[in-house]
């Protein structure tokens, strides 16, 4: 049986015919930008997270690059980002003429830890930004008490919950997500959002995303184009609903591949401080990684190894990286490995997955 790395279909067949009567509604209904159903998806989330703001923007990039302008981050100001996440999460501070300052992380959580920003942070720090990785959730709260406000990236992390039942995007000054199709939480094209429980973060953001204006007849901040389209606000707000079965769906994958002895031949990824995260990769560790996705293929089974190359050893952030000595990332890109998981993913795949890497994961793990 192929078991594939994830799978957007099987969740979206039962909305299909929904989504399909929403998309032709906001087709006949003519308003495309920053209407009635932007608004609407802003107010669920808001409702969802447990939060005062969402604003709706392009994608998660850009709510990366305007929640850090709304928080007030500007040229020359430095910000401390994981170097093993996306790409995004870097380039969204160099590109407003920030400096990202690269911290280390635990490779048994993927997060960052109150230590490893600790050693990251300058005079200059102006905010630090946690990655959510793979659905994990960083210590939001004891990073925030070394004093220096927190931006959480929880792209890949949407309904993801702490120990508390608190949920990810809720635990920092501001949050942002990504929509993107394959994440927890996928439109149907580019989308994000940001969300706050700060005021005047909220208007600045909201005014950064409408070319820095409240009624494009006067400018009063040098803004962006960056606004989540109606359409896929409205299949959002029909999506939304569903999200947490989907990441109860997820958990139970996991525990499948626990229950099928996969930490018998892997390392397995911990939540972090005792959450549920809604793991949207699921990303064992082994010695040879390469090596077992190989045999997973020959298996019909896919995987992927998304971050071999850490932001700190990338092209692009040379002019940043210093000399960093970051052994944790190091690890975490040597040996990992995204296996399959869906909201859908079953015991049988599970146990096939773990046959698979059974028959080939030779060596230490
Ligand atoms: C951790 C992280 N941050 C930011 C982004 C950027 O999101 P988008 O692709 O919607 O711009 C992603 C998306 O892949 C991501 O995984």
Not at 66 to 85: C, H, K, Q, Y
Not at 279 to 294: F, N, T
Request: net charge negative; aromatic share 6%; charged share 20%.
């Amino acid at each position: 049986m192929a078991v594939p790395l994830f799978d957007t279909r099987t969740p979206l067949a039962p909305l299909r015919d929904a989504l399909a009567a929403k998309a032709a509604e906001v087709l006949d209904a003519g308003r495309y930008i920053l209407g009635p159903e932007v608004a609407g998806f802003e107010r669920d989330l808001a409702a969802h997270l447990g939060t005062d703001h969402v604003v709706g923007v392009a994608n998660g990039t850009d709510a990366l690059v305007l929640a850090l302008r709304g928080m007030g981050v500007g040229p020359g100001d430095d910000v401390v980002v994981p170097s093993f996440t996306f790409y995004a999460s870097a380039e969204a501070i160099a590109v407003i003429g920030a400096n990202p300052v690269f911290c280390d992380i635990d490779p048994v959580t993927f997060c960052v830890t109150p230590e490893t920003v600790r050693a990251a942070l300058t005079r200059e720090t102006k905010v630090v930004m946690v990655v959510h990785l793979f659905g994990n959730i960083a210590p939001v709260e004891a990073i925030a008490a070394l004093g220096v406000p927190v931006l959480e990236d929880a792209a890949q992390a949407a309904g993801s919950r702490t120990a508390d039942g608190r949920r990810a995007g809720t635990l920092g000054a501001a949050a942002t997500f990504s929509f993107f199709p394959s994440k927890n939480l996928g439109a149907f094209g580019d989308a994000g959002a940001v969300a706050t429980g700060d005021d005047a973060i909220a208007e600045r953001v909201r005014m950064l995303r409408f070319h820095g204006s409240r009624d494009k007849v006067s400018f009063e901040l040098v803004g962006h184009n960056s606004r989540l389209d109606e359409l896929q606000a409205a299949l959002l707000r029909l999506t939304l609903p569903h999200l947490d079965e989907w990441c109860d769906g997820r958990r139970a994958a996991a525990a499948h591949y626990d229950a099928a002895g996969l930490g018998d031949h892997v390392k397995l990824p911990r939540p972090a401080d005792g959450c549920a995260p809604a793991w949207h990769l699921y990303v064992i560790r082994h010695e040879q990684p390469d090596q077992l996705g190989d045999g997973l293929k020959q298996a019909g089974i896919g995987s992927k190894r998304y971050y071999a190359v850490p932001l700190h050893r990338q092209v692009a952030m040379r002019p940043w990286a210093g000399g960093a000595e970051l052994p944790g990332t190091d690890e975490a890109a040597r040996t990992h490995l995204a296996i399959p998981m869906s909201p859908v993913l079953d015991r049988a795949q599970a146990d096939e997955v773990v046959a698979a890497v059974k028959a080939c994961a030779s060596g230490s793990t």
